[in-house]
């Protein structure tokens, strides 16, 4: 079990990557359920260089899309967390929180715990004006759950690293402030 929680909340623990993860995270990023609304599930080679650009993303700015690990048993399940996001659009440069979880840990409550106490420590700990966050038209159960966190729907775009996937182009986004976020707290 890994003891270098950036933070943790009741049941779970956020920490920085590890090349010791490799394993456990390209299952999951094979994993073609998990990565339905991706525009196609990733290679171990291609999760590897995921976990660099996240530590290297972490180095930078203090934050990433943090491995995610289930506190009682050290069990890797997959990414919650904050990423600096500058491709081109009228909301960029911003703070994305968002979240990928292997399936055996769905419909535990995991991930809108997870997502809560990521924007406590993005708002308390970081002092981060604001939060955003975005996924594909067709995907319910992400849009669902940046509602249940208190994040507030802008609108749609067209997402300008997926230009060449138009299956997946079309995202909606949605933000809060760290003003709202305090106020939500009250």
């Known amino acids: ?60 700015y203090k934050h990433n899309y943090f491995a995610t690990e289930i ?19 009228d909301f960029t440069p911003a703070a994305d929180i ?23 420590y993005a708002f308390i ?4 004006s604001k ?3 975005t996924c594909t038209e067709p995907n319910k159960k992400s849009e669902r759950l940046m509602i249940k966190i208190g994040l507030s729907k802008q609108g749609s775009f067209k997402h300008p690293r997926l230009v060449e996937h138009p299956v997946s182009i079309n995202c909606l986004w949605y933000t809060i402030t760290r003003k709202e976020w305090l106020k939500q707290q009250d």
Not at 9 to 30: V, Y
Not at 125 to 128: G, T, V
Request: charged share 25%.
């Open 1 to 60: 079990m890994h003891k270098a929680y950036i933070f943790t909340s009741n049941r779970l623990g956020s920490r920085n990557w590890s090349m010791e993860d490799l394993d456990e995270f390209a299952a999951m990023n094979s994993d073609p359920e998990v990565m339905e609304y991706f525009p196609n599930p990733l290679s171990r080679q291609e999760s590897a260089d995921f976990i660099e650009r996240l530590q290297a993303h972490f180095e930078q």
């Open 71 to 89: 506190l009682a048993t050290g069990e890797l399940i997959g990414f919650i967390g904050l990423a600096s996001q500058s491709y081109e659009t």
């Open 98 to 120: 968002g979240w990928r979880l292997k399936k055996s840990a769905w419909g535990n409550g995991f991930a809108t715990e997870g997502a809560k106490r990521c924007l406590e």
């Open 125 to 128: 700990d970081l002092i981060i």
């Open 131 to 133: 939060v955003i966050s």
